[in-house]
């Protein structure tokens, strides 16, 4: 029989919808699953463990409505090494169009001492029982032995052996405490592959978890040395500190492909799109360092990383953001930025400055880095606006003249706002969901803008109860998008300053517009 472990590809087994939701909050309703796993076959993922189907009816119909719903990967239900567990997956992957079992039980003495309290020999005809059992009614069988890490090698191998003989197809060798060292974990698969009788007919898998961080480090030394199967989630979620990340070692096999020589079925282009999703999903945020997919994965600050990168990509990129479904690489434009950055991000924008203007442009640049962590595109094009296109001696549109709140636990959150509008003086007043909402509400009223607010967040900038805050907010109008910023020990007088601060800016890119229409830029 050929096998995976014949050729040079390894097969991805996703367990996002199994292991992945058992990770603290990371619960699913059966929508959001078929949603994922529908995503997951556009992925190209060759295995889908959609569940544990004798865990719950709502587990039972997860795994039921997934199998119905793929056409190309296996479907695998989680089952114990019990006929009970093993029926019932068998009866909810039934009308999948490649259904599987994966049956487990422990073997390590711990396992076997502290939770099944059964001995060795009762481990290993419970093993052969469930496989040989299983094998009676679909021709995929799975037999992982749990906590394989710190179970004998030696009876790994009589385990194996044995269930091999039985029927099991794959043969999973799980880290499931994250305990195993690369080196170590990548001897243990090579041992069991080369003296289990029969290993030569099996797929040989890993699922290593990232307690010590180093999940997908064992992934790889376990491929390496001859499993021809990862178990992953996305994002690595999962129990404890997770699973091992299914585009961390996608990207590292398909990145090193030099040293390894492995491929994988996976469309890589998706790996973004898919991320995005089980976070949303899940709300479980990615942190913005998380390799690959992270925000700052492909985000390069440093003057001397970003003229490199500028010059020629692979300088500090040994991937492209394009290969995992990002439209492109992204320049953080902060203190640390380079005027060959700025230049650059200028050119993007549409601005072709000469060359004392760009350098005016990037003084007033540094002046808003040293202030802020980040200068966004807005930013930028703000100080455009304001420093090289504003109409000379022109003076703000709008000027907040005074600012009144009320709230309280029984009434309706309300705002006055008294305004100077091109040096008129106008008065307004609204009600609103909070008083915030009620501000910006009255403060849009008077204003006469048809902008939308994208994104307002507020940040202390000192410490204590008298602390000034630091309000910043995203607005657009037309198709253009500028932000604003306001800084108060009162919160809401921030936000209203911050929000006035960015409708001033949305008349100067305005004008600017028009300008270019009328003038040509």
Not at 471 to 497: F, K, N, P, W, Y
Request: some cysteine; proline content about 3%.
């Amino acid at each position: 029989m050929k096998t995976a472990s014949d050729n040079n590809v390894v097969q991805i087994f996703d367990t996002t919808l199994r292991d992945g939701e058992q990770s603290p909050g990371a619960s699913m309703t059966v929508e959001q699953k078929i949603v994922i796993a529908r995503q997951l076959e556009k992925l190209g993922v060759d295995v889908i463990e959609a569940g544990f189907a004798a865990s719950s009816e709502g587990d039972f119909e997860s795994v039921r409505r997934v199998s119905r719903e793929l056409s190309r990967p296996r479907v695998v239900s989680l089952a114990r090494a019990q006929e009970g567990d093993i029926s019932r997956a068998l009866k909810a992957v039934e009308e999948a169009k490649n259904p599987g079992i994966h049956t487990f039980i422990a073997t390590s003495d711990i396992h076997l001492k502290h939770k099944l309290r059964l001995t060795r020999e009762q481990v290993l005809e419970a093993a052969v029982k469930a496989v040989t059992f299983a094998k009676k009614f679909t021709d995929y069988v799975e037999f992982s032995a749990e906590d394989a890490s710190r179970s004998d090698p030696e009876f790994l191998i009589q385990v194996f052996r044995e269930v091999i003989r039985a029927g099991a197809k794959v043969i999973n060798v799980p880290d499931t405490t994250g305990y195993a060292i690369p080196s170590e974990f990548g001897t243990l698969i090579a041992n069991l592959i080369e003296r289990t009788a029969g290993g030569d007919r099996v797929i040989w898998s890993a699922h290593c978890h990232n307690d010590l961080g180093l999940a997908v480090a064992n992934s790889l030394t376990a491929v390496h040395n001859g499993a021809r199967q990862i178990e992953c989630t996305i994002n690595g979620i999962g129990e404890r500190a997770g699973n091992t990340s299914l585009e961390e070692v996608v990207m590292a096999l398909r990145t090193r492909k030099n040293y390894l020589d492995l491929d994988t079925h996976i469309i890589s282009e998706q790996l973004y799109l898919t991320s995005r999703l089980v976070s949303q999903v899940t709300g479980i945020a990615i942190p913005i360092n998380k390799p690959i997919v992270g925000d700052n994965a492909f985000a390069h600050e440093a003057g001397i990383h970003q003229d490199g990168v500028l010059k020629y990509k692979q300088t500090y990129e040994i991937m492209t953001p394009e290969s995992i479904g990002i439209p492109g690489n992204r320049l953080v434009m902060g203190k640390h930025s380079g005027r060959h950055a700025f230049d650059e991000r200028l050119k993007q924008l549409g601005f072709n400055l000469s060359k004392d203007d760009m350098n005016r442009a990037f003084l007033r640049f540094k002046e808003l880095a040293d202030k802020k962590k980040n200068v966004y595109d807005e930013d930028i094009e703000a100080i455009v606006a304001e420093e090289i296109l504003r109409v000379p001696g022109r003076p703000d549109k709008f000027e907040l003249l005074y600012l009144n709140v009320n709230s309280s636990s029984d009434g309706v959150p309300a705002a006055t706002v008294k305004m100077r509008v091109d040096g008129d003086e106008k008065m307004d007043y609204a009600s609103g969901d909070g008083v915030v909402d009620a501000c910006y509400k009255v403060i849009t009223r008077i204003a006469g803008s048809q902008s939308q607010l994208i994104r307002y967040s507020v940040n202390a900038i000192t410490g204590g109860t008298d602390a000034q805050g630091e309000v910043s907010c995203l607005i657009e109008d037309d198709g253009i998008r500028v932000s604003g910023q306001g800084s108060h020990t009162d919160i809401i007088m921030a936000s209203a300053l911050a929000y006035i601060n960015a409708l001033n800016k949305l008349e100067g890119r305005k004008h600017y517009r028009h300008v270019v229409e009328q003038e040509g830029p």
